[in-house]
């Protein structure tokens, strides 16, 4: 079936790091692939997606590339800030006809210290 | 602009005890979606309506109901709750069955004693 694995949490970084988190995905179908992101007390919200492979999604700074070769889709930022810290979640589609059922990751806490 | 609003946002129930929670769209989306979010293990599909008078059952569906009242209400009830569904609770909406962009709310935190 279809699943996502995030790298294990949380990540806590120091203002203007670099951040990178890993998310694989399961290879069946042509899914898209998704970041999340989940701000304390709110509901999840799309940060940047890609629909095939090569794409690079792109948003607030955060990139994260469609890598089909090795079923990737690794979200990296080059200097963060402390309004950044939330709870980061990879997705992917089903693939095909989705009736938009994501299958989620399990989610990456990120705290940035100034 | 409320996009997806969901009440109550905290609950404590007793083993056993029923209730429901409501979840509301004011972005005249055809779909809905309840999830549930568990500690490690990401978001999982309960239950979902691609669109007005249409549910189907998603991941994990055992010990809920939904009713899509309307095209802007989708209700997910527990008939007798038990501890196992201890979690957070969210309801989300998208323009189309296989729109892939979710507008998610903000939760529902539910403890089952």
């Known amino acids: 079936g279809n699943s996502v694995t995030q790298m294990e949490g949380p990540v806590t970084l120091s203002e203007e790091a670099f951040l990178t988190i890993n998310c694989t995905y399961t290879a069946t179908g042509y899914p898209s692939l998704f970041w999340y992101v989940q701000y304390p007390g709110e509901g999840l919200q799309l940060l940047l997606k890609a629909t095939k492979a090569d794409d690079k999604g792109s948003n607030k700074g955060f990139e994260a590339t469609y890598r089909k070769e090795t079923t990737s889709f690794h979200l990296e930022k080059g200097s963060v800030q402390v309004s950044d810290s939330a709870v980061y979640f990879c997705?992917?589609?089903?693939?095909?006809?989705?009736?938009?059922?994501?299958?989620f990751g399990q989610g990456t806490i990120l705290t940035v210290h100034p | 602009n409320a996009g997806v609003t969901q009440t109550p946002k905290f609950q404590v129930l007793k083993t056993g005890q029923s209730m429901t929670l409501q979840c509301a769209q004011d972005m005249n989306h055809n779909s809905m979606y309840w999830y549930r979010q568990d500690p490690g293990m990401g978001l999982r599909l309960i239950y979902y309506s691609a669109s007005e008078g249409t549910t189907d059952k998603g991941e994990v569906p055992n010990g809920y109901n939904v009713s899509r009242l309307n095209k802007r209400e989708f209700s997910l009830r527990l008939e007798s709750a038990a501890p196992s569904q201890t979690s957070v609770y969210f309801c989300?909406?998208?323009?189309?069955?296989?729109?892939?962009?979710?507008?998610f709310g903000s939760g529902t935190q539910l403890s089952v004693l």
């Open positions: 997705a992917r589609s089903s693939g095909g006809t989705s009736y938009g059922k994501l299958t």
């Open positions: 989300a909406s998208s323009v189309r069955p296989d729109e892939e962009k979710l507008f």
